[in-house]
């Protein structure tokens, strides 16, 4: 599937620009169709941001992209 790889790459693109450990960012996408991205543990609130407004940015992002749309985003411990 070409079209899971671009929208894990995406997440993961967009997530390493916002962590201060970009080595440590992973995107993996589950069998169900969920995209599931990891972090270092002290730069999960950087990806997640206040109140969830940056994890809903890149929601919001997926949901706009063509390959993206039918993608769940989850950030996992």
Do not use: H, N, W, Y
């Not at 790459?9 to 169709?33: H, T, Y």
């Not at 950087?46 to 993206?68: C, D, F, P």
């Amino acid at each position: 599937m070409p079209d899971a790889q671009k929208v894990t790459d995406l997440v993961e693109f967009i997530a390493k620009a916002l962590v201060s450990e970009p080595d440590q960012v992973r995107a993996v996408e589950a069998d169900d169709g969920v995209i599931e991205l990891e972090t270092a543990a002290e730069d999960r609130g950087r990806v997640i941001g206040r109140q969830g407004r940056v994890a809903k940015a890149m929601r919001a992002l997926l949901a706009a992209s063509r390959v993206g749309a039918d993608a769940q985003l989850e950030i996992v411990d």
